[in-house]
Nanobody, 127 residues
Framework: QVQLVESGGGLVQAGGSLRLSCAASGRTFSSNDMGWFRQAPGKEREFVAVVSWGASTLYTDSVKGRFTISRDNAKNTVYLQMNSLKPEDTAVYYC?????????????????????WGQGTQVTVSS
């Protein structure tokens, strides 16, 4: 049984930092896209950052220069370092992994392109 377990969320003041972790178990994702998505109240789930198995990354425009996604294939884990947090970053953050072997250079960004999801971790940024 595949599981993705997120950790690291919490409450932080604007300008602060958090580091999210997502540990996968049940299969290896060393040749698969992994990523982070978020969902704010009343809004649809949206792409935040994704990483290919070749370590190529893509970010949504609103987090570029502030967030960094990385992965450790030996640990089957993906991370999201979030700096200079803003109140508009407040959301439930979800880790995701694609079941299919991905491109070495270009990770997928669509919500419906990912097959496995974590339970989500709340990030709240106060002003």
């Amino acid at each position: 049984q595949v599981q993705l377990v997120e950790s690291g969320g919490g409450l932080v003041q604007a300008g602060g930092s958090l580091r999210l972790s997502c540990a996968a178990s049940g299969r290896t994702f060393s040749s698969n896209d992994m990523g982070w998505f978020r969902q704010a109240p009343g809004k649809e789930r949206e792409f935040v950052a994704v990483v290919s198995w070749g370590a190529s990354t893509l970010y949504t425009d609103s987090v570029k220069g502030r967030f960094t996604i990385s992965r450790d294939n030996a640990k089957n884990t993906v991370y999201l370092q979030m700096n200079s947090l803003k109140p508009e970053d407040t959301a439930v953050y979800y880790c995701a992994a694609d079941a299919q072997r991905g491109s070495f250079y270009l990770p997928k960004t669509g919500v419906y392109e990912y097959d496995y999801w974590g339970q989500g971790t709340q990030v709240t940024v106060s002003s």
